[in-house]
Structure formats: C-alpha cells, structure tokens
C-alpha cells in the first residue's frame, strides 16, 4: 500500500475517538464498494488521520489495521439476465470469509523472505489496443517500453492492418549465404545471441525469463530414465521424510442419545397441524422489505390455512377428476425469489400436506438445473405472481422453454388462486417413514446438478436432533440470514422453526446489500435468541458498524455459524466478538456447525455455559495437512492452519472418518480423512442416479485388512476433517476443493486465503478469486482466476500476482500452474453472487474465460517430464555387413527407373543443349505454341510458339552483346513478373553464353523488405548485367528503392521491352555439357540464401527424367500455377515444355488473389491431364472456395479431367491440406488418386514425382515419440501420438537414394530414419558463392558413405531426415516398390531436452487448440521454445490462447513453451513455395519488429 508508513496499529486505532473511527469504517466501506478510487481513499485517510499520527507512530507500522487488508465487501446488485426476479448480489459468497489476520501477517512474512532474493519476473508485454476496458492510463507501459516498436523492417507490420498476408516473400535475414564465411556478411549485426541486436527490448526480457529459470526447482528431478524405447513419464517419488500417521486406527464416535420426548409430533405436517389450529395467531415468519423494514409476518394459523389451500389445489383443481395432474409422490419444482420467503415456505407445506415432493431450485434458466429437473421427472413449477412476471416470454405470451429444461407447467400460488377445501376434505399425514419428503439440488465439483432425496423420517429425526442439540423452546425468535430454499437456511429456518413454535426473522441479501448490518440490528430489535449466519455476514456487520450503542446483541443464545466448516471461520468469529462483545455478545454463544447436503447437520458446537473455558484451537501444519496428516505446528509459524472445532457429534448420530479415496477405509486418529456420518437425519439418494448413491449414502467402513467394521451405513459428507480430543469435531476442508498435485492434498480455500492476504485491495475485485485444479501431463495443475478492479493498473495487477505466486510457494510448498485475472465482474456466478467455480474451469479449459492479465509458471510446478536424452552412437562401420543387410535389415535404399535402357528419338543423342534443341524445333514446328500465358479473366495474354520463342531469344541474345558487351561465361540476373517474357530472356541468355539467374522481382508496395534478398543475389552471384522490364527498371532506381539499398551500384540494367530487330552472327555453343547452364538462387525456410549451379548435362537429364515420368509429348497439355524463380517450379515453367514439346498453359499465382476460380476454371476449359501447384495455391483454392462448391458446380466446372495434380514441393507431404483439397472438389469430379506431391532439395531439385504410372502414394502412421529418438516405429491408425506420413511421389528415372546416419555417413537399414542422400545425372554440381568454399561443397555434393558400398558412388546430401519402406506393391520395373518418406529438414529441427523435434508437428498441435487461431510458428532462442500464433478472432481472446497453447505443447510433445507470442494475421512470413520461414520470424521477434498483440513468458 503506498502510505504503510502511516499506518496505525490496531491498538492505536482504538484509541481514535469513536466519530474518527466511525468515518473511518465509512471510508473503508466506501473504498470496497469501489465509490471512491484507491488515491481518494488515501488522500482522506491520511486527512483523518494526521492530528493522530505523531502518537501512533512509533507503534509498529507492519502491524496492519484491523481492517485494513479486507478484501471489499459487495455491492451494486447485479441481475443476473435470465432471472429478473433475482436481485442477485454479486459481490460473492466467497468475498469476505477468508480474512483472516493470523493469514495475512503469515504471508506478508513469507513474502519478506522472497523479498531478499528477489528475482526481475519479465512482465508480458501487451499492445495498447487490448482490453478497452481499462482506461488508457491503466495501460501505460513501463518507461523503457513507450517507444512505439521500430516497424521499419518487417516484412509484416507495414500490411498488418489490412489483416492480409502480404505478398510471398522470400527473405533471407540479414544475408546468410551458404558456404559464406562466418564473419564476411554478418558484421551488422552484433552478434550476441545468433545475430540479435544487443539493445533489443525482448532479448532483455527472455534475459530475465532465463534467469527465472537458472535457480534450481524445489523437487529435484529425480535422475532416472527407464527405457531408451518410450520415453518415461518422471513417477513422483514420495518424499522419503514425508510425514506418515502413527496413531491406532479410530473407532467410530458416538453422539449422545437422542432424548425421547413425549409430545413430539408423529411427523413435521402434524407439527404444523397442532400450532396452526390450537396456536393460530403466534408468529411464524417475518418477511422484509428491501430497507429491512418487517412488511409481513406469516402467523401459524395463516401457514396452516393457506399449505391446506395449495394442497387441495394441487390434489384437485389442476386436472380433471378422471386424470389429475398431480399424484402423491410425484416431484414439483419451486422456484421462488430469495427475498420472499413467505411464499415458499406456503408453498413447501403445500406439497407436504398434498403428498408431492417439492425441489426447491435456484435460478431459473441454468442448464443444469434443467438436467436435474429432467431426472426427477418434473412437469410442475410453483411460483408466485411477481416471479412468473419476471419470467423471459415469447412473443405470444408463454414462458421461454430454458435450454436443457423439460416442458413445465407454471402454477401460480398466490392465495386469490387457490380453491378453499371442503369443510369435509383433510390431508392424509401419516407418521414420517422412508418415503421421500422433499428433494435439495447440490452443484458437484465437475458442475453437474444433483438431487439429494430427503425422506420425512430424516426431515424429522434431523429437526429432533437440532432441536435438541440447540436446545430450542417455544416462542424463541430466531434470525435467518441464510438462503431459507437449502442446507441449514431451510432446517433451522423453515423446519426446526415450525417443530418448535418458533418464530423467524427471515433477511433476504437483497436487504444486506443496502444494510450489512440489518441482521444485527433485528437480533437486538427482536432480542432474537438464536441468529444464523456465515462468516460474510459477521464481516458485513464489522465493516458497517458505526459504533452504534444502541445495538445489543446480549439476547443471543447462540450466534450458529453456518460456514464454521471453513478453515478461516475462525479469524471471523475472533474478530467478531472482539467488537461486538462490548455490545454484549457472549464468547459461548458463538456455535460454528458443519454441515453437507447429504450428511445433513455433521456437527454443531452446542451454546456454552457463561464462564466456562471456551474450546482450544488446533493449529496444524501445512505440510503435514498436504500429507493428509495432523501434526501441531512447530517448525515455520508461516504456514500453519489454526482450525476451531465445530462442535460434537449429531445427537443420535454416529461418526467415522475414512480415507478420501479408494475403499472406506478407517483413519487412524492422527490422519486426516472424510468425515462420515450414519444416523437416520441424513439424505437417503441422489434421485434417479443408483451408482453414485450408493458409494455416498451406503459407506460400510473397513479396517486395515479391508473387512468391514460393523454393518451400519454410513453417509459420505463431503467434508475433510478429524476428530480432536474430546470428540470434538475438526473440519480442514471439502472434498470439492480438494487439489491433489503430485500426491499432495491441497484445498482450494486455502489457497484462496492466501491470494487475499497479499495485498489484493487494490488489484483484485471484492475479493473475487476461483481456486481449481487442471489435469496437464499427467498430474493436477492449480488454477487460480481472479477479477481485477476496473481503476487496478497494469504494474499493481503484475506484482499482486508475482507476490501471489512467491506466497503461496512459499506457505503451501505447492507450484501455482496459471494465474489469471479477468475484468470485474466477467466469472460466472451462482445464484447467489458467489463464483461458479465449475463453469470457470470450463471456460478456462476451452479458451473462453477472456483474461486481461495472465501469468503461465509451467517450469515451477512441471518436475515430472522424462529426463533429458543422451545420445546413443548408432549403426557405425563396426556393424555387420553382409550383402545388403545392416544389422540384420535390408539397406534403406531406392531407385527410380533406369534412364539408360529408355530407348528415346534421335532427339536427345543429336542435341545436348536446350539451346540447340530450341532453334531445332523452330525450323521443325515453327507455329507449335508451347506456351500460353493466363490472366486473371483467364484470358490469354500472351503466347509463344517455337519460332516466336527463338526469335525473341534472339534478339536478347544480340542486346546482351552490343549493350551490356557481355562475354560468354559472365552472370545475368533476370529479373521479370512470372511469365513468357521471364522464358525469352533465359533462352537468350543460352543463346548468348551468359549464365542465367533468375529472381523474383521485388514487391513495388514492399520494397524495403524485398528488394535487399534482389540486391543480395545480384551482389552474391557477380551478375554482370540486370535484364528486367521498363517498369521494374524505373523501380530499382526509384527514391524508395533508393532508401532500401544503394541504387547507384547496380549492374548494367537492361530492358528488354523495345528490342531492336537485330539477329546474332551466331548462336553460342558450349564446349562441353558439363558447362554451367544456369544459377539457381532460393531463400530456405531457415533464411539461407544458397545458389546452385545447374549444368548443361544436369538440365537435360532433369528434363528428360520429367518428360518420362509425366510421359510428357508434343501433343499434351499441362497447366502450371507456380512460381518460376526456382528448383523444379522453374524448370517446369522455363525448361521442360522446349524439351518435350508439350504445351504450357502458364497461371501466375498472383492472378489467383484476384481471381480464385482461375486455376479450377482453366483445368476444366483446357480439358487439362496434368497440373502443377504450389502449396500456396491449394491452400489458397481450400480456404478461399471451401463454401463456394455449388458455384463452381453452377460454372459447369469438372475436375474429372485431372490425371495427375501434382504439388511442388520441398518439405514433407502436407497430407492434412492435399485431404481437405480432394475432399472439398471430389463433388465436382475431381478423383483422390490425382493428387500428389513432389521432393526436391537444394542439391537436387527433383528425386520424387508421382507421374503418371507406377502405383499410388501410400501412407504410414509413426510414432511421434519415436520420431523425436531419431527412430521410425511405424504404429496403427488412431494410436495415440500417431504421425500420418505419406510418401512423396515416385523416384525419378535415373535417381537413387540412400539413408544415412548423418552422424556415422554410414547407411541404415529399412525403416530406419536417416538423411536422404541422392545421386543422379540432374544433381547440381555445386553451390555458388563468393568464396568456394571447397569443404562444404566436397561434403553436400560429392561424399562417399563411410563403409559398405563398393561402387564408392558420389552422393549429395539432401539435408533432410527421411527413411525408405518396402511396399508389397509392384514398381513399373515389376520388383516390389520402395517408398520414400521425407519427415523434414534437419536444418528446420529443434533439439531440445536431447531430443528432434519437427516445428510442423508442434504447430499442428497449436493449430488445433482454438478456433481463432489462423497460422502457428515455432522456433527456439537459447534453449527456451517460442511459440508465435496469428489471432484471427477478436483481441479480447488473445490471452485465452497462453494456457491453451502451453498445455498442449505440454501435453502432446511433453516441452515446456517459453514464450507464447500472439500476432495478428499476416505476420508469420511465408515464402513463394507457401513455407513459413522461422528463422525470419524469430528475427523479428528478437529485434521487436513484430508488434506483438501480447506475449507471454512462462515462467
């Protein structure tokens, strides 16, 4: 709190004159009630108190003041919407009962511990923009954070707005060339962590993060790991110093003897009968008004009259006399405001008197209750007028059918409706038996709604036992604060009560919402001998006191404390009588109970006699409490638990306390277990749900041994307790609140106290904190969710949860997994006000729950993930070798068709250039068109035919000599839009004998972030000369262009647009095909920039290996959408048509943004066989026309043509999109054998492609587990962390491939994961780069495996992880068909905790978590995962998403996530070839390019 100094101590604070501390109390109500900001409150605070302070001053100020820490008390009724009858309180059932002083001072001690080793938590960062609902100044970031982040750089944040992704970039980072020297090109960037600016903002931030994570976890991971196969889940060891009980094992408790009494009635009704005729007008029941004012008192004889009324009614008037509604023993639903008690309680005698079972409920409209009243088979709902009034209607009049609730009668029950019996009509009462009297709805941890059956014979032995336990006598006046419908609101207050002759004073809370102290003041106006209450209304009256001398609470007998089962009922109880014991309130009157709607009243602490000793305190420890053990605290004060007792047993009842899980077994005296109960008072069944009752309502404990003691059946009550010396009861805890985390038992109260004990009045929302447990990775993970005050600023919410987190570690010893904090008043809430705690945990779990603050600590309590791997060294050239067997298995090897034995057309032996082979098929086919260009109307543009295509050729060729007097040999980059003019002046450069390179032009509205990858090529290949169009000319030397690169370096720009009608004298002709024909320059996913050099004899094997798979001729079409900058896109687009002579229908992909029917239409209008795309466009095509089918059917458009669609790709099959894509086109005709993909690396940019024959791609389930080993185990469909691969096409004519052990170089059996190496005829003989760096080139390009291949055959590495199988299909060559599965590159892969992981595979899981969740990339800084997420939905959700993400990267590849980024869409740059380049991304993170929406560090 900002003036602790000013604090005075509770002594000194009752030394303030009473009118100081009247205003005082006025202030602190107004400051919980939220009608003054926390600066007001201070500011007048210290006004009031300054003529004070000098003498209080000395006293110490740690010491907080009485009610200095409370958590606010409730206000502002909030209606909840479906039930306008409700005035419903929202400040919660769970505001102010777990104050407790002894709490706070304990924590406060704990956090000062903490305080000295300090640790800087980074504090997430947060977009202005997100959560509106905070003012702007709430939000403002801390100094070093108020820069707006340095957009200038990223691909994205200049085209974030327009939430579309921006046009496919290649980009490498800041220029890593492949075989480049470490050192030439990286100087700009200061390389502390792989290449991150050293003042970035997040590196400080996962700075802090990792060291978070250097201090050592408290349970230590134990060091062993099981079987190298599976990886083993961490087993918590239990503590070997764990406390275990020693005491002898208990034996049930006897209540005393349920006194015989002789004038008790045969039954509840009769009791009723008797007052209401021989005692007419003695009061039953006082109603309120809202400003706590009596309006009406129900009188015996009045009740009696008017339940005859309703039972008539009901029996009579509601059917026909043939066929009435109502039978005895059918259920009948009550459904009656909170503030009107009168009316229920007529109503619920009604239906005793008629034989008909009521079932009181809450609120109208939850679907639970809905289920309940389905089950008991209602068709009946009581209400008064005004309720049915507030009811929701339809238009015509009738009450809304709720969702989940059977179809109701509503009967109103309002006097001026009943029929008046005849003189000779009379109820049938029959003395109580075991026959149902009426049923009580309980919620269940999981959220389901119960019924509790209650027989007339528990009704009555249960008023008995109470009356006698409290001692009640006719005439006493009793005050009711509780809900009079259920527990002990309806036994004392509505049973007991008519039992007796007693008359209640019923406060509904809609009165203490204006008047907290209205139940004080009828006790003293009534001189109430009995009040019932919960420790939230001893606070409301404390905090509303105004030091009224008038009020004397001396006429209370017994002050029943109906909460009392709560471990900080005692801190109220205390506080309370030491202010309202000068008003005259004795110390023995105060009687805690425990009670449960099952086992009914467990026990109650029967009012003392004045002068003797009160009851002692247990105070246990913690640990011990979490170990199920009961040991008094010694060692550390900070985390004690002092409990008071509530009570004895029940007269007439028996008690047991048995272990809370696993069979009934009997606690020894020293454990902690569930207190059971058997007498006749309790509930008889959950209605309608055999099971369950009977594991609650039919417990026969057992001894050790596990044989029964006894034969009388208990009753589970749901409570956690022991029973102390004395026999007096303790109770630690309920089962519901039960946390068990690594078998330790924590309560959720508990931990709630804790959270309101650090000083939460100024984040957290009247007190307002859900405590549950979720089940992650194989254990209970706590959840703690608060409300956050609307005034409540970022940095106060952040180090309110950073302390919440420190306490509660430090006092319970238990990890908190997520904390969040959501705006006021967003939990779901009960009837009451209170937090729906099962509802929480469902929006929780399924992404809803919209927190405006969260705070993820999966590295604190996760200690059970499998120890990390050391590697095993695997087959090395010790392994057996015999034959083609390694270890016992056939080498992973394949082979596509031998190019040899195809016998082809003269073509090929005379011509061995493509150059030659284009100038021949000018003269033989002049007018044949090979290509055809398409726009976005699908209309051709532009044509070429064999001699058009020579011609122009030519003439580039000749400019190149006169304008850029280029030499045979030098490097040309080609610059140009996809399209036939790209195509020209590559042949022209052949023609020429210059060396083509061909790049994607930069982007006109994107400049700075492509045109430095242009300038990069240019630079990094030595191009003598640009060859572009006027157009992108004007733009390279354009201003902006100026500003992104230097302009005045270029190379000689030519433009190819006018060319003079000039021929060559003659056309060039390499010396020998092994000649460089052209550069290929590609950016890969991990940002490197590598060229590779392609040979005249490469081109021509690659062409003819195409043309044989794809049985490609002149008379064939084929329409391609790619791009045709580079690997087997270009050669598609620029090469194999010249070769084959087939004919190319050429679809630039960006014509299909504008246009999505583009590439189906033109398929269908061309009859096309075989069509080639891009990832990019599939995806394009699924997500864009997935609801436009019957369009395209309406078009007239059909797929059945298709052959073959082929993918062109270079990663693994992404089988997931190709389904969806034949799913979604299979209506208009497309087959699901057409689609398929291709593989290519860097050293080989063809080895698969499906083609036309040889079988169909198959399929195969790994183990994901085994993946991340570096092991394939190939496992069934549907098993669990099962990975579908398919196979990536055939192997091309003429290529073969080798699995090798990266590590080894040596080759490795089937179905061994491995690196695919490749030899063939089209390998690129090397890469290109400014220095030849001869190492790197001799080991990707030209290496021999270590042993075991005799040939000594040169193979390239691919750099990807992958493993052959042998089919039982048949190949075209008719040997049983070998399939090549690519799992992904090794560059891609993350090592982390020892082992590989794909980033597609935990992108895939995080793609699935949430429906606004658009795009998903992984990479890792210093050993911490980052996971950035694209938000497609509304900001409000972007924290959801934080828990979501983590639990599920959790869950399924058993990591912890770091960092969780949330973007919006169009962030996560993606190449041409549809790839997400991560590396680019984690640039940009790390140099805070991304203007994150949030980001969140897992603590």
Known sequence: ???????????????????????????????????????????????????????????????????????????????????????????????????????????????????????????????????????????????????????????????????????????????????????????????????????????????????????????????????????????????????????????????????????????????????????????????????????????????????????????????????????????????????????????????????????????????????????????????????????????????????????????????????????????????????????????????????????????????????????????????????????????????????????????????????????????????????????????????????????????????????????????????????????????????????????????????????????????????????????????????????????????????????????????????????????????????????????????????????????????????????????????????????????????????????????????????????????????????????????????????????????????????????????ANTLPKTPLGGIHISQTKQLFLEGSLHPCNILMCPHTCVTNLPKPRQKQPGVGPASVMVGNLVAGKRIAQAAGRDLGQIEENDLVRKHQFLAEILQWRAQATPDHVLFMLLNAKGTTVCTASCLQLHKRAERIASVLGDKGHLNAGDNVVLLYPPGIELIAAFYGCLYAGCIPVTVRPPHAQNLTATLPTVRMIVDVSKAACILTTQTLMRLLRSREAAAAVDVKTWPTIIDTDDLPRKRLPQLYKPPTPEMLAYLDFSVSTTGMLTGVKMSHSAVNALCRAVKLQCELYSSRQIAICLDPYCGLGFALWCLCSVYSGHQSILIPPMELENNLFLWLSTVNQYKIRDTFCSYSVMELCTKGLGNQVEVLKTRGINLSCIRTCVVVAEERPRIALQQSFSKLFKDIGLSPRAVSTTFGSRVNVAICLQGTSGPDPTTVYVDLKSLRHDRVRLVERGAPQSLLLSESGKILPGVKVVIVNPETKGPVGDSHLGEIWVNSPHTASGYYTIYDSETLQADHFNTRLSFGDAAQTLWARTGYLGFVRRTELTAATGERHDALYVVGALDETLELRGLRYHPIDIETSVSRIHRSIAECAVFTWTNLLVVVVELCGSEQEALDLVPLVTNVVLEEHYLIVGVVVVVDPGVIPINSRGEKQRMHLRDSFLADQLDPIYVAYNM
């Open 1 to 823: 709190m900002a003036e602790r100094g000013l604090e005075p101590a509770p002594a000194a604070v009752a030394a303030l004159p009473p009118e100081v501390r009247a205003q005082l109390a006025e202030l602190e109500l107004e400051l919980s009630e939220g009608d003054i900001t926390q600066k007001g409150y201070e500011k007048k605070r210290s006004k009031l108190l300054s003529p004070y302070i000098p003498q209080t001053q000395e006293t110490e100020s740690a010491v907080q003041k009485e009610h200095r820490n409370q958590t606010p008390a409730p206000s502002a009724a909030q209606t909840s919407a479906p039930s306008k009858y409700h005035r419903t309180r929202s400040g919660g059932a769970r505001d102010e009962r777990y104050r407790s002083d002894i709490h706070t001072e304990a924590v406060q001690a704990a956090l000062a511990k903490h305080k000295e080793q300090k640790m800087a938590l980074p504090m997430p960062t947060k977009r202005r923009s997100t959560f509106v609902q905070s003012p702007a100044d709430a939000c403002t970031p801390p100094e070093n954070l108020s820069a707006p982040p340095d957009v200038t750089t990223t691909t994205s944040s200049s085209s974030s707005s327009s939430s579309v992704r921006p046009a496919n970039i290649d980009l490498p980072p800041s220029g890593i060339v492949k075989g480049m020297h470490k050192g030439s090109n990286r100087s700009s960037l200061m390389d502390t962590a792989d290449g991150v600016p050293v003042s970035s903002r997040v590196s400080t931030k996962i700075q802090q993060l990792l060291n978070t994570l250097k201090r050592p976890k408290r349970p230590p991971l134990k060091e062993f790991f099981v079987d190298d196969s599976e990886e083993i889940v961490e087993v918590p060891q239990p503590d070997p110093n764990q406390p275990k009980p020693e005491g002898r094992q208990m034996t049930p408790v006897k209540g005393e003897p349920l006194g015989v009494i002789c004038n008790w009635p045969p039954a509840l009704e009769s009791a009723l009968q008797r007052w209401g005729t021989t005692q007419a007008k003695c009061p039953c029941l006082t109603a309120l008004d809202v400003t706590g004012k009596p309006v009406y008192t129900l009188t015996y004889g009045k009740l009696w009259s008017r339940s005859l009324k309703l039972a008539y009614t009901l029996l009579n008037k509601l059917g026909t006399k043939n066929e009435p509604v109502l039978k005895p023993g059918d259920r009948v639903a009550l459904v009656y405001p909170n503030n009107d008690p009168v009316m229920f309680m007529v109503a619920f005698y009604g239906c005793l008197l008629a034989e008909v079972i009521p079932v009181p409920i809450e609120d109208a409209g939850g679907q639970q209750i809905g289920f309940l009243l389905g089950s008991c088979g209602i068709a009946l709902a009581l209400t008064s007028e005004v309720c049915l009034k507030g009811l929701p209607k339809t238009q015509n009049g009738e009450i809304v059918q709720f969702k989940g609730w059977p179809r109701l009668k509503w009967v109103v029950t309002d006097s001026k409706y009943l029929s008046k019996p005849p003189k000779d009509w009379q109820p049938h009462i029959s003395p109580a038996g075991t026959e149902p009297a009426y049923i009580e709805y309980k919620t269940s941890k999981e959220g389901s709604v119960m019924g509790v059956t209650v027989s007339r014979l528990a009704m009555l032995s249960h008023c008995q036992a109470l009356s006698q336990a409290c001692n009640y006598s006719e005439g006493e006046t009793v005050v009711n604060v509780l809900d009079f419908k259920k527990d002990a609101g309806l036994w004392h207050g509505m049973f007991a009560n008519v039992m007796n002759k007693m008359h209640t004073i019923s406060v509904p809370y809609s009165v203490m919402k204006t008047c907290p102290l209205s139940w004080v003041q009828r006790v003293h106006a009534h001189k109430a001998k009995v009040a019932l209450v919960k420790c939230r209304d001893l606070h409301w009256a404390m905090m509303a006191h105004r030091d009224q001398r008038d009020v004397s609470l001396s006429s209370l007998r017994m002050l029943i404390v109906t909460d009392g089962a709560n471990p900080w009922s005692v801190s109220s109880c205390d506080a309370f009588l030491s202010l309202f014991q000068s008003h005259g309130l004795k110390p023995e009157a105060i009687c805690p109970c425990a009670t449960s709607a099952e086992a009914m009243t467990v026990a109650i602490r029967r009012p003392g006699v004045p002068g003797a000793p009160l009851p002692g305190r247990a105070i246990l420890s913690m640990n011990g409490l979490s170990y199920g053990v009961i040991r008094v605290n010694t060692e550390d004060k900070n985390s004690a638990l002092t409990v008071q007792d509530v009570g004895h047993v029940m007269p007439g009842g028996m008690m047991c306390i048995v272990r809370p899980d696993g069979p009934p077994q009997l606690c020894k005296t020293d454990e902690i277990g569930e207190i059971c109960v058997s007498s006749r008072t309790g509930g008889m069944m959950y209605f309608g749900l055999a099971g369950v009752t009977k594991n609650t309502f039919e417990v026969i404990p057992v001894n050790s041994a596990g044989s029964p003691v006894g034969d009388v059946p208990f009753i589970r009550s749901g409570l956690l307790g022991f029973v102390g010396p004395g026999s007096l009861v303790f109770v630690v805890g309920k089962m519901d609140g039960l946390l068990m985390v690594s078998g330790r038992r924590h309560n959720a109260d508990d931990i709630v106290a804790t959270g309101l004990a650090v000083e939460s009045i100024k984040t957290v929302y009247r007190g307002r904190i859900a405590v549950f447990s979720v089940s992650v990775f194989y254990d209970e993970r706590i959840v703690v969710v608060a409300e956050q005050r609307p005034d409540a600023s970022e940095e106060d919410s952040f180090q309110w949860m950073s302390r919440v987190l420190q306490a509660i570690d430090s006092i319970h010893q238990v990890g908190v997994y997520c904390l969040a904090l959501v705006p």
